[in-house]
C-alpha cells in the first residue's frame, strides 16, 4: 500500500495557484525529496499532506486515508518539521516537549530520551526564545519526533545545524530512520543521496518526478535558474 | 478530552505568567478607567445603577485586552499548527482557552473590584460581596466563552486587532446589560438583591453562547 498517493492535487490562495497537477505515489519507508526555488510549493505541498491545508482538487492519501475526509485518522501518525518549530518561545524545551508528549498520549520517558539523544540536557530548564537557531531545530526535530510518527514531513530539516547537530538528528530523521519522509530541500547533493524519488516543483507544477537514480545534480540546479 | 484540558489550559497560564502579556495590562487598564471615572463625574463616590454601569463597562473592556491576547502566542508561534496536528478532540481548545480567559478575568476582578469600592463606591461591599460575585462569575463565563470564539475568528485574519472588539462588543453587550442590571440593587444604598430574571439572563446566554461555541469552533480551526 502506498503511504502517500496524489493525484493531480491543486491547491489555491485565493486567485494564486500554489500547487497544480501534482500526481505521485510514495511506497511505505521510501523518501520523496521535493526541490524547487522559494514559493515553488514545497511548503504548501508538507502542509496538504499534514492535514493542515485543504486540497482545492484532485485526491490525498496518506497513509492508507482519504484527506481531507479521514484527517482525524491519520494526524497521530505524521510528524511534521516545518519551518516555524512550532513551539512556545516562553516555555523552556522541557515544558513545550512535556505539552506535546500530553497531547499525543506518549510517555514522559520519551522526552528524557530524546533530551539525551539531542545533547539537549543541559539547556532544557532555559526559555526557548534564549537558546540558539540550532537548539531549537533541536527541539522541534524532537516534538516531530516525539511520538514515534510513521510519515515524516521535514521542511529544510538540517537549516541552521552544525554537522556535529546533524550527526546527532540523522538516526531520528535520517534514512536509517525507517520511517517514510518527504522531505524539503535546496542542496541538490545531499537530497538525492537520500531520496528515492524526486519531484522537483517550479511555481506550483511538477518539473522533474522521477527515481532519484534517474535525476542528476545539474537537473534540479536547473530548477533555480 | 479532560487529560488534554489540562495540558492545554497548564500552558495557557504558564505562558501568561512567563509573559505577564494579559492579566497586569487588564488590571491596570481597569484601575486607570476608575480614576478617570472618579476625575470625569467630578464624584468622590457613585452608587446604584451608575456604580454598576461603570464597574461592568470597565470590566468589559479590560476583558477585550484579554480577549486579544488569547491566541497570539498560537498564531505567531505555531501553536495552533502543533494542536492541529494532534489526535484530539478539538474542542478541548475551545474549553482550555474558555478556562485559561475566565482566570484571567477573576485575576482582573480581584484587582479591579477593590479599586472600585477604593476609588468610587458609595455603600460598603462586605453584605454583597459574596452577591456581587456570583453575578460577576455568571457574567465572566458569557464573557470566557465569546471572547474565546471571537479571538479565534479573528486571530486568523490580518485585522486582529480590530476585529476582535468589532466583533466581541455586540455579542457582549447583553451580559453587560443584564450583569449592570443584576448588580446595580447590590451597589445600591441600601442594598437589595439582584433581580432572578436579569441571573436567568446571564444564565441562558453563557449557556446559548456555550452551544453556538462548541458547534462552531471546529470549523473555525480549520483551513
Not at chain 2, 461591599?125 to 465572566?140: F, K, N, R, W
Request: proline share 5%.
Amino acid at each position: 500500500m502506498a503511504a502517500v498517493q496524489l493525484e493531480g492535487l491543486a491547491r489555491h490562495y485565493g486567485e494564486r495557484e500554489a500547487l497544480g497537477g501534482v500526481s505521485l505515489s510514495l511506497e511505505g519507508g521510501q523518501s520523496l525529496v521535493v526541490f524547487g526555488p522559494n514559493g515553488a510549493g514545497k511548503s504548501t505541498l508538507l502542509r496538504v499532506l499534514a492535514t493542515l491545508l485543504r486540497p482545492h482538487s484532485g485526491r490525498v492519501r496518506v497513509l492508507g486515508r482519504a484527506l481531507p475526509d479521514e484527517a482525524w485518522a491519520v494526524r497521530g501518525r505524521i510528524g511534521l518539521l516545518a519551518h516555524e518549530p512550532l513551539l512556545y518561545r516562553d516555555l523552556t524545551a522541557l515544558e513545550n516537549l512535556r505539552f506535546h508528549a500530553r497531547l499525543h498520549s506518549v510517555a514522559q520517558a520519551r522526552v528524557e530520551e530524546l533530551l539525551a539523544r539531542l545533547h539537549l540536557r543541559q539547556r532544557c530548564g532555559d526559555p526557548l526564545r534564549t537558546l540558539s537557531r540550532g537548539m531549537v531545530q533541536r527541539v522541534a526535530i524532537a516534538r516531530a519526533v516525539l511520538h514515534e510518527p510513521e510519515l515524516l514531513l521535514l521542511d529544510e530539516p538540517r537549516a541552521n545545524l552544525d554537522p556535529a547537530a546533524i550527526e546527532l538528528v540523522d538516526p531520528l530523521i535520517g534514512a536509517t530512520s525507517r520511517r517514510t519522509r518527504v522531505i524539503t530541500s535546496h542542496d541538490p547533493a545531499r537530497g538525492l543521496a537520500e531520496a528515492d524519488v524526486v519531484l522537483g516543483l517550479r511555481a506550483g507544477r511538477p518539473a522533474i518526478l522521477r527515481a532519484a537514480r534517474e535525476v542528476t545534480v545539474a537537473e534540479i540546479a536547473e530548477l533555480y535558474r | 478530552m479532560r487529560r488534554t484540558v489540562g495540558a492545554l489550559l497548564r500552558k495557557e497560564l504558564l505562558i501568561e505568567l512567563r509573559s505577564w502579556q494579559s492579566v497586569p495590562g487588564m488590571s491596570l487598564f481597569a484601575v486607570t478607567t476608575f480614576v478617570v471615572f472618579h476625575f470625569a463625574l467630578n464624584r468622590s463616590s457613585v452608587d446604584g445603577d451608575l456604580a454598576a454601569g461603570i464597574l461592568w463597562v470597565t470590566l468589559l473592556l479590560a476583558a477585550i485586552l484579554g480577549v486579544n491576547r488569547l491566541f497570539v502566542a498560537d498564531a505567531e508561534e505555531g501553536g495552533f499548527d502543533g494542536f492541529l496536528l494532534a489526535p484530539v478532540d478539538r474542542g478541548a481548545l475551545l474549553l482550555a482557552k474558555a478556562l485559561a480567559l475566565l482566570t484571567y478575568l477573576v485575576a482582573l476582578e480581584l484587582v479591579a473590584v477593590p479599586a472600585f469600592a477604593l476609588l468610587l463606591l458609595a455603600p460598603s461591599l462586605t453584605s454583597t460581596l459574596p452577591s456581587l460575585t456570583g453575578v460577576l462569575a455568571l457574567g465572566d463565563v458569557g464573557v470566557a466563552v465569546i471572547g474565546t470564539l471571537v479571538a479565534a475568528l479573528a486571530v486568523r485574519t490580518r485585522a486582529r486587532d480590530l476585529l476582535g472588539p468589532l466583533l466581541a462588543l455586540p455579542l457582549l453587550v447583553p451580559i453587560v446589560i443584564a450583569g449592570a442590571r443584576a448588580s446595580s440593587p447590590l451597589l445600591a444604598l441600601p442594598a437589595g438583591q439582584p433581580a432572578a430574571r436579569w441571573l436567568a439572563t446571564l444564565g441562558l446566554y453563557d449557556l446559548l453562547f456555550g452551544l453556538i461555541a462548541y458547534a462552531l469552533f471546529d470549523f473555525l480551526l480549520e483551513d
